[in-house]
Antibody, heavy 116, light 108 residues
Framework: EVQLVESGGGLVQPGGSLRLSCAASGFTFSSYWMSWVRQAPGKGLEWVANIKEDGSEKYYVDSVKGRFTISRDNAKNSLFLEMNSLRAEDTAVYYC?????????WGQGTRVTVSS | EIVLTQSPGTLSLSPGERATLSCRAS???????LAWYQQKPGQAPRLLIYGASNRATGIPDRFSGSGSGTDFTLTINRLEPEDFAVYYCQQYGSSAWTFGQGTKVEIK
């Protein structure tokens, strides 16, 4: 059974940093593109970033470029999102998702709140 | 960047009725790169349709997708109580995903 379990969310002050993790199991992690998608309170879905199977390609939505870094550790079946210079508008539930053209599997999400 | 516009914003229907949801793209989208998701309150989204018309594993056949180019449709035949939710379309292009703003299907 495919499982994606996010962790690392919490309350952080504006300008602060946070590192999200996603533990994958039930499939060959190193064979799939992975993504982060977020959802602000009461809003729709927004793709944040994705990373190729071997980590050689990474792409970001414009609003997080230069602040967020996506990475992966295929030996540990883990996906990460390093978030710096956080803003109030980054407040959201962050989902880890598997897929290249679309998200076939999703985690349950981890909540990030940016507030003073 | 391709913008996806979903309509209507809210659809009020009764169980047993048919729901027709629209997703219009600002530029042509390859059918292979168009997907639909269902999201219920407090839950992660669930993939329903990929490649515009292919049902994901375990999705009932009352859900169907169609369309090409800039106009895509999700149809839900004979709405069941568990189908009342928010639905999003999504496209892949230039190594990025974009989502529509969602259509809420609510009980009338």
């Amino acid at each position: 059974e495919v499982q994606l379990v996010e962790s690392g969310g919490g309350l952080v002050q504006p300008g602060g940093s946070l590192r999200l993790s996603c533990a994958a199991s039930g499939f060959t992690f190193s064979s799939y593109w992975m993504s982060w998608v977020r959802q602000a309170p009461g809003k729709g879905l927004e793709w944040v970033a994705n990373i190729k199977e071997d980590g050689s390609e990474k792409y970001y939505v414009d609003s997080v470029k230069g602040r967020f870094t996506i990475s992966r550790d295929n030996a540990k079946n883990s996906l990460f999102l390093e978030m710096n210079s956080l803003r109030a508008e980054d407040t959201a539930v962050y989902y880890c998702a598997r897929g290249y053209k679309y998200a076939y599997y999703w985690g349950q999400g981890t909540r990030v709140t940016v507030s003073s | 960047e391709i913008v996806l516009t979903q309509s209507p914003g809210t659809l009020s229907l009764s169980p047993g009725e048919r729901a027709t949801l629209s997703c219009r793209a600002s530029q042509s989208v390859s059918s292979s790169y168009l997907a639909w998701y269902q999201q219920k309150p407090g839950q992660a989204p669930r993939l329903l349709i990929y490649g515009a018309s292919n049902r994901a594993t375990g999705i009932p056949d009352r859900f169907s997708g169609s369309g090409s180019g800039t106009d895509f449709t999700l149809t839900i035949n004979r709405l069941e109580p568990e189908d009342f939710a928010v639905y999003y379309c999504q496209q892949y292009g230039s190594s990025a995903w974009t989502f529509g703003q969602g259509t809420k299907v609510e009980i009338k």
